[in-house]
């Protein structure tokens, strides 16, 4: 019998199940999630789901997260980040992907603080045997934000999304639908239309968008948990290109705003959260860094610096000096 598998036509026994079907590939099932002509197959189901000549048949798994390819501190522990039904200490949030190895990942990612961790979902490789699970490199007590990265049309980040809770039986999911492969900006008429299924299917939607304070509105009226504006395109480094329009996209929402894509440097972040922003998420800028641990450890205190510097209030900007020291008793003049 021959089904597609991952897009390569393999031959199976007849009547083969599911569950069969990952023994023979010799993988761990609680590290898949399979889907059967678009369909998902709940793992409680995968020894009675039998598969049919023609079968197409997806496997996939969690990958580091960040930019596809080709293409906070005991201080602040009263200061709680809550995003629908899910509670946050760090507002730094972190990704898996572009880092140089395992071990370098998962330092960096106990180094920022962080709480929360994007992961993406990939086809297995069928060709690898004995492939190291990335989820066995994430420091204990972080949850995984899975997302919808390279996906570029509303079908295939729904499936990305429903494949994803069958992985890890989570609600949360950060939803990517990118307009191109060369600048990976967001295309938002069709991330809105997948966040008003997402929503209505039970995710907690945390959609990627451009800094558009009324696509920002529409996406919050829909259900969105949050907004992530971008700081700048995915991976650029650039930083904070319109802080104006993030100050709008603050003020127009009462759901939190995380600034996601285009961080640079700590310097970013702390702009990031001196404007009044909830979170920053970013990948790129401490995988890439010559040094990712010592980068992480500069994102976290960036992060809970400019949040406390937003707390505090800053003095308004002036034209003119204003003395800090009393003009009076001067020995100026006698």
């Known amino acids: 019998?021959?089904?597609?598998?991952?897009?390569?036509?393999?031959?199976?026994?007849?009547?083969?199940?599911?569950?069969?079907?990952?023994?023979?590939?010799?993988?761990?099932?609680?590290?898949?999630?399979?889907?059967?002509?678009?369909?998902?197959?709940?793992?409680?189901?995968?020894?009675?789901?039998r598969l049919a000549e023609g079968d197409r048949v997806e496997v996939v798994h969690f990958v580091g997260g960040g930019a596809p390819k080709p293409r906070i501190g005991d201080d602040m522990s009263d200061d709680l980040l809550r995003i629908g039904r899910h509670t946050f200490r760090s507002r730094l949030f972190t990704g898996t992907g572009r880092f140089a190895d395992f071990p370098t990942m998962k330092a960096a990612l106990a180094a920022s603080g962080s709480e929360l961790v994007t992961v993406a979902?990939?086809?297995?490789?069928?060709?690898?045997?004995?492939?190291?699970s990335l989820?066995?490199?994430?420091?204990?007590?972080?949850?995984?934000?899975?997302?919808?990265?390279?996906?570029?049309?509303?079908e295939d980040a729904v499936r990305t999304s429903h494949l994803a809770r069958?992985?890890?039986?989570?609600?949360?999911?950060?939803?990517?639908?990118?307009?191109?492969?060369?600048?990976?900006?967001?295309?938002?008429?069709?991330?809105?239309?997948?966040?008003?299924?997402?929503?209505?299917?039970?995710?907690?939607?945390?959609?990627?968008?451009?800094?558009?304070?009324?696509?920002?509105?529409?996406?919050?009226?829909?259900?969105?948990?949050?907004?992530?504006?971008?700081?700048a395109p995915i991976g650029s480094g650039l930083g904070i290109r319109n802080p104006y329009n993030i100050l709008i996209i603050r003020e127009t929402v009462k759901v939190p705003v995380l600034v996601d894509a285009g961080v640079g440097t700590a310097s970013d972040v702390a702009i990031?959260?001196?404007?009044?922003?909830?979170?920053?998420?970013?990948?790129?800028?401490?995988?890439?860094?010559?040094?990712?641990?010592?980068?992480a450890r500069a994102m976290k205190?960036?992060?809970?610096?400019?949040?406390?510097?937003?707390?505090?209030?800053?003095?308004?900007?002036?034209?003119?000096g204003t003395a800090s020291s009393p003009v009076e008793g001067t020995i100026s003049g006698t």
């Open 1 to 49: 019998m021959k089904i597609w598998l991952n897009g390569e036509e393999r031959e199976f026994p007849d009547g083969i199940t599911v569950g069969g079907l990952l023994d023979a590939l010799g993988v761990i099932r609680a590290r898949v999630a399979v889907e059967v002509n678009r369909r998902v197959v709940r793992r409680a189901d995968h020894d009675e789901h």
């Open 301 to 320: 205190a960036a992060c809970e610096a400019g949040r406390d510097a937003y707390l505090a209030g800053r003095i308004p900007k002036k034209l003119y």
């Open 121 to 132: 979902v990939r086809r297995l490789d069928l060709s690898a045997k004995g492939e190291e």
């Open 166 to 231: 069958e992985l890890w039986d989570t609600d949360l999911i950060k939803l990517e639908v990118l307009s191109d492969p060369k600048t990976l900006l967001p295309d938002v008429e069709q991330t809105l239309e997948a966040a008003k299924i997402l929503v209505k299917d039970g995710f907690t939607v945390l959609p990627y968008t451009n800094d558009d304070p009324v696509a920002a509105r529409k996406l919050e009226d829909i259900g969105c948990a949050a907004v992530m504006p971008l700081g």
């Open 135 to 154: 989820l066995e490199w994430i420091p204990e007590g972080m949850k995984l934000l899975p997302n919808t990265a390279g996906c570029f049309n509303v």
């Open 272 to 295: 990031a959260m001196e404007l009044g922003c909830d979170a920053v998420l970013l990948n790129t800028a401490i995988a890439q860094a010559r040094d990712p641990v010592r980068m």
